[in-house]
């Protein structure tokens, strides 16, 4: 079973609106959950990281969220450009271990 | 600061052949990974490398190996590639293990093996 859960799987979102992408874990012991962002064809790229005392990080227009009391995170994107169109990826860390769990992915296409 | 590259973009290979996946990187970075990326399966880890000389097996090591000479380098072969192993492979790398640095990914390696 996946420690790390996300939905939706995919979602259609025009452009200029505001939408919410969940993530929930499993791993224990927590040590921290990154968001990272996909482009088609390209490697991820780390948005947020978030330790276990942090329930908020922005990075422009991209904010997470965690509640580690619930084990969950989300990422929520403002005004959604089409730039936004990608894959994003839920990364959960335990302490003391440098293997990532990694979620499958939501996939987001903004349309204009 | 070109980060870290991947050789080559993409492959196609007949099953039974060897190939050799590349990955540099020039930020002195400790640890490096290999993951494949498959439809539906998310990321998963091959092999990794905490430091220069070290190696270790991740979720999915079977059919690949790997070699860590020095620091930049970490390239990841498929002694007798299979169908099975059509998939697009990253490498990663990050300044220390434990998984409190940021990974780093490479563009990508997209394989086919017929």
């Known amino acids: 079973k996946n420690q790390v859960e996300q939905s939706p799987q995919s979602l259609i979102i025009l452009e200029g609106k505001n939408c919410t992408l969940q993530c929930n874990y499993t791993v224990s012991p927590f040590s921290n959950l990154r968001w990272y962002k996909q482009d088609t064809g390209r490697g991820p790229v780390s948005l947020t990281i978030m330790t276990f005392s942090e329930n908020t990080k922005s990075n422009g227009r991209y904010t997470a969220t965690l509640d580690a009391d619930t084990k969950q995170s989300s990422l929520h994107i403002t005004a959604s450009q089409l730039s936004d169109s990608a894959s994003y990826i839920c990364v959960v860390s335990a302490n003391g271990n440098n293997r990532l769990a990694f979620g499958k992915g939501n996939q987001v296409v903004v349309i204009p | 600061i070109a980060g870290i590259t991947q050789a080559p973009t993409s492959q196609i290979l007949a099953a039974g052949r060897r190939m050799t996946l590349r990955c540099t990187q020039d930020?002195?970075?400790?640890?490096m990974y290999w993951y494949r990326q498959d439809l539906g399966l998310g990321l998963r880890l091959i092999h990794y490398?905490?430091?220069?000389?070290?190696?270790g097996k991740g979720e999915v090591p079977d059919g690949y190996s790997v070699s860590r000479a020095n620091t930049d380098d970490f390239p990841l072969t498929l002694a007798s590639a299979v169908p099975s192993q059509t998939s697009v492979y990253f490498c990663?790398?990050?300044?220390?293990?434990?998984?409190?640095?940021?990974?780093?990914f490479g563009p990508g390696t997209r394989l086919t093996v017929l």
């Open positions: 990663a790398s990050s300044d220390s293990t434990g998984g409190a640095d940021t990974q780093y």
């Open positions: 490398s905490n430091t220069a000389g070290t190696t």
């Open positions: 930020m002195r970075h400790n640890a």
